[in-house]
């Protein structure tokens, strides 16, 4: 993306003359996860297509809304839907909301998913904790840092071992034990899309480690550690990707979405609360 430090610059000064309050923690809300955003207090709305280099969010299930306020405490900037790669977007324009949170002054991001679960004994509804990632697409070549590095934004060669912040990991676990709320943990497998998986494909992730199987969260994660940004992403299993199981559909990800709400919000409020 050329002049990707001015473009930040200038989404970054058009967001924060509408901000009542700097936010510190940025949270990214998956497919049917978006309602959350409802409960902050003070809020302050602007759609992408307000925000200068946003792209537009289509997907069904993701508003395409950037509201800042305070939810539990924290002065919060929270993205009510995301950028895929499927979409036709680079990586790094997947990844732009992400740069401009951090110019923002975020120092934390929270990433939420819908994902497949790739074990036959989960359920779905379940929420799990993603201890690691497999970003297939960035293996394969479509990677957010591929061009030339701005060593303004984060270093040439940014560490990804330990990308998921170990201290924010343990307040999820922490908050999921004392809301009796049971906390999967697991590697997530970022794939292109939009297709769902084949069965060979399944078979194949659960060789390589897979736990839960999706098509975001990867590249995010990577931008926000390249600028410094600690990290906790949770996945909403919404369906089972199972090799001999029926075939997932976007319908049953938005509905699983719905029945998880409540829990799912409670779990994220209880994260913000613990931060401090």
């Not at 297509?49 to 809304?65: K, L, M, N, Q, S």
């Not at 390249?226 to 199981?245: E, F």
């Amino acid at each position: 993306m050329d002049n990707l430090f001015e473009k930040i610059a200038e989404a970054r000064a058009a967001v924060a003359g509408r901000l009542v309050a700097q936010p510190r923690v940025a949270l990214v809300l998956g497919s049917g996860l978006g309602g959350l955003a409802d409960e902050l207090a003070d809020a302050v709305v602007m759609p992408y297509a307000d925000i200068p280099h946003f792209p537009t969010a289509t997907v069904h299930g993701h508003r395409g809304e950037l509201a800042a306020g305070t939810l539990a405490g924290q002065a919060v900037a929270v993205m009510r839907g995301r950028f895929h790669f499927y979409e036709g977007y680079s990586m790094q324009q997947v990844t732009f909301p992400v740069r401009v949170l951090q110019a923002l002054g975020c120092e934390t991001l929270v990433l939420t998913n819908a994902a497949g679960g790739l074990h036959a004994d989960w359920q779905v509804g379940d929420l799990m904790l993603v201890r690691d990632l497999i970003f297939v697409p960035g293996m394969a070549g479509h990677h957010p840092l591929r061009g030339p590095n701005d060593e303004r934004l984060g270093p040439r060669f940014p560490a990804v071992v330990g990308a998921m912040d170990t201290r924010l990991c343990e307040i999820a676990r922490q908050v999921a034990a004392s809301q009796q709320t049971t906390l999967r943990e697991g590697v997530y497998v970022m794939l292109a899309g939009p297709s769902f998986e084949s069965a060979a494909e399944l078979r194949m992730l659960r060789i390589w480690g897979g736990d839960a199987v999706g098509m975001s969260t990867a590249p995010e994660t990577i931008v926000a550690r390249h600028g410094g940004m600690r990290v906790l992403a949770i996945s909403l299993i919404t369906n089972l990707a199972l090799p001999d199981g029926p075939p997932a559909n976007h319908a049953e990800v938005i509905e699983a979405g719905e029945a998880a709400k409540p829990r799912f919000s409670t779990l994220l409020k209880g994260i913000l609360a613990a931060l401090g």
